[in-house]
């Protein structure tokens, strides 16, 4: 009922279901390009991505730019350079979720301790510096394209619709595969306008568990949380709970996949590398798919 | 003599030699996976990268952790997670440059005014935004398998190096290709020694025009500026002059290579996308060698 | 017309009309202690302050707290500490203006150039770290008491209110004094509510002109900008313009006065000690009244 | 032996021996005024300022600056301003420890405990937002001027060496007053050289014990800990674990005060505001002397 995939990789493990992605899925993966064309899934990142408002905002400073040459800067042999830093909220805009990110019970994925993961060091397990690149199939459940739009506020993503959605795009789920969940959600947000990240559509826990069951190594989506919100009565991020840390599944969130689906994309190659910021609890992601 | 790119793909043109990379040098990029083993070529992003003195470390801080859970915060129907954010200089560890990050004579690449780059908005032309996802040929120049060791401190890799690093890796340059260069300047660091930076080994001017003029898309190595330091006598940093500003070839300073020549690669599946920081001058990058 | 207090305390000077705070002054203003109670000014500092949709919030982060003791972090030899890190721009909440804050024609106050200003290094003219910590007298300015409550959104404080206002309290301005102006602004703000900075009550530039030719060293206000929002047609922050650039006069915004007022403080010992960031446009100040 | 100050204003006081400090003492101390001089004790806040390595340095970034104007962005009605924004460990330079900053047993000052102080939200209690801004006596131990010179590295200044101040200053303390301690550390040191941090002169637990127990409000001086480093066999920062825990006492350090010593103070206006950061641990502080 629970905990799943704890000890499956054994007891030091800190990668969970991407332990499904061997050699032979990488390879599978890249036998699956065919026109050469890479696309980016991620959000650019600036002040103006969504964000809930108890979350941090994106800062980029520039520490030196063009203005300080026009100003009278030196340039020493003529050379000019420019150079920015950012405040980066790790969980912004397109993002990958470490396995520390999530838990319940006082214990992460695998068993380690939540007390692990504290403010001096960060996560001692599980962090985001322990995945390793992830190279593997990607599979797009289109629910947009199924129901002829973007999905409604807090509409469930459930088993039946992503079985549906694999029967449309004539696919079956194996270990390994990164599947991407197009709900519409992003792509229904206007800008300067407030998003409403308390109402939107997403998978509820059976669909999720459906997925996790199969064998997937990563869920992802183009909404803020993967899973449907508001949650189901007395529940909170169940997903979150049960994926990341009894199955070790990872979740991506921000996805952009409009471009994807209207390219006629169902299964390619999936390639995405966290950056390994050290105990760090995710990462954000430029995840590619190339067809 | 100079500006080579300009123009050549059109004036508004904000991707460079990017543009070498296209749906063929994808598709043959796809085709070198072998053994399906992805590698990660990126140095862990914490406060003890090597950074010189004059540059920002990376700060880390956690919003949430286990600590709090344990200090009595409250789990609402039993969830818990942590989350962080970090302060992140874009040109620190292993990262790519975009190509507002380096210029002369007040033209950044393709002709862009300096002055386009600001502190109030980052760089309106050229930025790390403008990148497309960097899926080609990866092509490893190891001069520490050809030397035997180390390249010593500010030692030169000359035109006759890199040809002979390619010729003992049995490959011929073509159009798109990534080079990377492994001085062993990162390996050679140690722990807790504050690494010299003012003297490092890397190419000289000569030798990354051959790469440029063959036709590379981008140019890594393993050191912090991918060219030779000090600089010859009276230019500063004028291989980013040259390649950045003049053939718009974005550098990717700071990878590490040790584990991609140990594994025997020459050829291969390189994977990086950098995040689209809008108007960024560069970004933190975890590249990925499949091979 | 302009220009007003350029060369008036020497061609090098950066200080302005803090300047006109003598011995004399501060030995005058520390007479004025009655009943030995001081008050803070300032607003609490935390990312729930009010600031524009803008400009950026305050982060505060832990890097050690009670939470990594709870989850058993070491205590060697018994000792536990808490420590943290705040991002913070400067112009938020209670703050002073430096006079590098704002200019026109290129030339900030005392004609040194607009361009000494830059990324690589802040302010090289003018300067927070330029300014004396301030202990003056400080003179309340109470429309809200004058008008029978806060002023309506866009009211402005004419040279006829700031009169009133200093005979009700039955003073007479002096070279040196602080001036603080009550509009009510800030405590008619309703918490969880976005406030509205574009319309705000406060100095008009007439008025703003009257104080500055009475000699005042700073004047400040409870509002977001000191000056009435919007700004008179065809003028853009007129009062920043002329009192800053012009008579070198540093304003204070933000200020919390609705406890002064309610102490009965008309004149008082002030102080005022901006953090010296080198470089900075400004500070985050906490006042001190001393009645 | 311990937790002297338990209790002595109530069960809910966070303000701890800030409380010595009444009307009585803000007059005497307000009537010291003389020559009408403020003289700050700050060190200028920059990426330059001495920080031990394991801390964080300060970062400061223009968010728009003179250069912007001069490569060309818009000054709608004339008006040009220059923003900025510092990332600040609250820790360094000059600074102030609030009474969660330090303690052992679990329990803070007064009782609280110590899982109060959390990454959420900071400190619960005794956070800097809880001190009221700090006008009292100051009163310059200038071991300096007593010993001919800078004391040496773990020079301590015990209770005799304080004793002797006194006398040489013809002094004696009174309740409510800022001591501040003039070892020489900080003057001592060169400019471009690394600080030894583990090496200085400071108060040893006696010494402090004796402040403490005089009634003294605040304990400052001009080196990084107050207190002797290292520390007494077996101790960990003993002074900081009884004079903030037990007594309520909060510590100033990094005080610049080889001026207010060539001035000849020795009692003196002292006026300190810290910044009140909602559960902040400490503040950067400018603190005034007027003599």
């Known amino acids: ?77 003529g050379f000019q350079f420019a ?13 990958i979720d470490a396995l520390c990110h999530a838990w319940y019970g006082d214990k992460l994925y695998n068993g380690f301790s939540g007390n692990s ?26 629910l947009v394209g199924l129901g002829g739009g973007p999905l409604a506020p807090s509409e469930i993503v459930g088993r039946a619709q992503v079985e549906a959605a694999l029967e449309r795009a004539g696919l079956r789920l194996e270990p390994g595969d990164a599947v991407l969940v197009r709900t519409g959600w992003l ?8 998003a409403d990240f308390n109402r939107e559509p997403g998978l509820d826990l059976e669909a999720a568990l459906f997925l996790a069951e199969a064998g997937v190594a990563v869920v992802g989506a183009d909404n803020f949380a993967v899973e449907v919100l508001p949650f189901a009565e007395g529940t909170v991020f169940p997903v979150h709970q049960r994926l990341i840390r009894d ?45």
């Open 187 to 194: 792509e229904a947000q206007q800008p300067g306008e407030q």
């Open 1 to 77: 009922m629970a905990e799943e995939a704890w000890g499956r990789w054994g007891p030091d493990d800190e990668r969970g279901a991407l332990n499904l992605i061997g050699p032979e899925q990488v390879r599978r993966a890249a036998s699956l390009v065919r026109t050469g064309r890479p696309i980016s899934l991620a959000q650019p990142i600036s002040d103006r991505l969504l964000v809930p408002s108890h979350r941090h905002k994106v800062m980029h400073f520039m520490g030196r730019d063009g203005g300080d040459y026009a100003a009278g800067s030196r340039r020493p042999g």
């Open 247 to 291: 199955f070790g599944i990872p979740l991506i969130e921000g996805l952009v996949l409009k471009p994807l689906a209207e390219a006629g994309a169902t299964a390619f190659l999936f390639v995405a590398a966290p950056l390994p910021v050290t105990g760090g609890t995710g990462s954000p992601l430029n995840p590619v798919a190339v067809l």
């Open 83 to 95: 150079e920015d830093t950012v405040v980066l909220p790790l969980h912004t805009g397109t993002h």
């Open 117 to 142: 993961v504290r403010s001096t060091s960060g996560a001692g397990h599980c962090g985001i510096d322990k995945f390793p690149p992830i190279v593997t199939r990607g599979v797009l459940l289109d």
